[in-house]
């Protein structure tokens, strides 16, 4: 597809939420969307490096109510947009280990009851008897949703992207944002790697990368990229079909079903913020070990497959969202 020359918005990053976006404007009858992405294929950033997990157990009543305001998409994707994405309500099972814990998850489940999202909290037994192939005999507390679950974000991202598409969104690969050309403080166009686009509208769907993007307008905008890094075993025959996405909260380790196996990560406490992609060995035997700890049947267990990609953090855990004071 040729460049275009003119659009009225331009969406810049073509992950989940960038082609979520390109969607729904057109759905609201924007015209003249141009969507674009830096690498090869829609996803190839942090959308597609990512566990696929989905849940309602948010700790914020903003982010609760925009898990409830977002989440139902996911039911009727493939009704809605022809795109099946793998979808599986499993449910996300969250261990406390601490006391700590165990207040913040109590205090967590009654403000998402108050909200309307049905989590349950569970006891130590309870999550013992839920988990017999884990070893969590310090579990104090867990909580439960049946509605979390996991969804193939790629198969989510080519899903939006191809709607669009249908509906005139011009949706470019290959397409890097060089520049943003200003007129004092008002968008006049977007230089890229394929050519510029005259716009006076852009929206930021950079992810991790947006506040890089967002300085090429000189807006800062305080996005912290960390690298969060995983990976899946070979077949586990033990590992039942309605597995649920399981999170060892004091050490951010977690689990999940993946095939027929596990998929297995852990956030590293001593990460720094960076761009850097590449799998830490080192890091990765860690959370290895302390998988194994958990799940002992993992010590037969060999690497299948690993990556790792990087995942946004603002200072209050919660999304950016509206206008900056360039127009």
């Not at 009851?113 to 884990?134: F, I, K």
Request: glycine share 10%.
């Amino acid at each position: 597809m040729d460049t275009p020359t003119t659009a009225d918005i331009v969406i810049i990053g073509g992950g989940v939420m960038g082609a979520s976006a390109a969607y729904h404007l057109a759905q609201y009858g924007i015209k003249n969307i141009v969507l674009l992405e830096k690498e090869e294929y829609f996803g190839a950033g942090a959308t597609g490096r990512c566990e696929g997990g989905e849940r309602y157990q948010i700790y914020t009543e903003i982010n609760v109510k925009l898990s409830l305001a977002s989440l139902p998409m996911l039911e009727c994707f493939k009704e809605e947009l022809g795109q099946d994405v793998d979808y599986r309500q499993c449910g996300y099972l969250l261990v406390a280990t601490n006391e700590k814990d165990a207040n913040a998850f109590k205090y967590n489940v009654e403000l998402q009851n108050r909200l309307g999202v049905r989590t349950q909290l569970l006891s130590g037994d309870e999550v013992r008897a839920r988990l017999p192939l884990m070893k969590f005999e310090d579990a104090i507390a867990g909580t439960f949703n049946p509605r979390d679950g996991l969804v193939d974000p790629n198969s989510v991202v080519a899903g939006y992207v191809s709607a669009a598409q249908k509906m005139g969104v011009k949706a470019l690969t290959h397409a890097e944002v060089t520049g943003i050309r200003l007129s004092g403080d008002q968008v006049e166009g977007v230089e890229t790697t394929r050519g510029v686009i005259q716009t006076r509208m852009i929206l930021n769907t950079a992810g991790p990368w947006a506040g890089q993007v967002s300085e090429m307008a000189g807006v800062q905008i305080p996005i912290i990229p960390i690298r969060r890094q995983m990976f899946t075993t070979n077949t586990l025959k033990e590992i039942p079909a309605d597995f649920p996405f399981v999170i060892d909260f004091a050490q951010s380790l977690y689990f999940h079903r993946e095939a027929e196996g596990l998929l297995i990560g852990m956030s590293n406490q001593k990460e720094r913020p960076g761009f850097d992609q590449n799998v830490d060995e080192e890091f990765e035997m860690e959370n290895f070990e302390a998988a194994m700890e958990r799940m002992p049947l993992l010590e037969r267990a060999s690497r299948a497959s690993h990556w790792a990609g990087l995942y946004e953090v603002t200072p209050d855990a919660h999304p950016i969202f509206g206008g900056s004071k360039v127009k």
